[in-house]
């Protein structure tokens, strides 16, 4: 089993930029990419970005593209999600976990799920 930590949430103004940490221990030998997930109040919760653990490729949603960027640092085992020009609709808990070594944006594909950080945006 993995266990996620996320950090790097707070509050910041519309245009602003943030970046989030999902820091893995346990059984990391066994990640083959990790995803980035958030969830508005109210709201499922959905798809952010994904990489596969040794080859780097990326996979994001259609509403961050060209704003959030996902990169990881292998020999920390920490993924990143780096956010520019932030607007109050990317307002939400963002949670990373483990997911398959298949492109895929399905939260019923990834599990070990970290405990999420709060991200707020105000205009």
């Known amino acids: 089993q993995v266990q996620l930590i996320e950090s790097g949430g707070g509050s910041v103004r519309s245009g602003d930029s943030l970046r989030l940490a999902c820091a893995a221990s346990?059984?990391?030998?066994?990640?083959?990419?990790l995803g980035w997930f958030r969830q508005a109040p109210g709201k499922d919760r959905e798809f952010v970005a994904q990489?596969?653990?040794?080859?780097?490729?990326?996979l994001y949603a259609d509403s961050v593209k060209g704003r959030f960027t996902v990169s990881r640092e292998n020999a920390k085992s920490t993924m990143y999600l780096q956010m520019n020009d932030l607007k109050p609709e990317d307002t939400a808990v963002y949670y990373c976990?483990?997911?398959?070594?298949?492109?895929?944006?399905?939260?019923?594909?990834?599990?070990?799920w970290g405990q999420g950080t709060q991200v707020t945006v105000s205009s």
């Open positions: 976990a483990s997911g398959l070594p298949i492109q895929t944006t399905h939260k019923e594909r990834y599990r070990d």
């Open positions: 990489i596969m653990w040794r080859g780097g490729t990326t």
């Open positions: 346990g059984r990391t030998f066994t990640i083959t990419s």
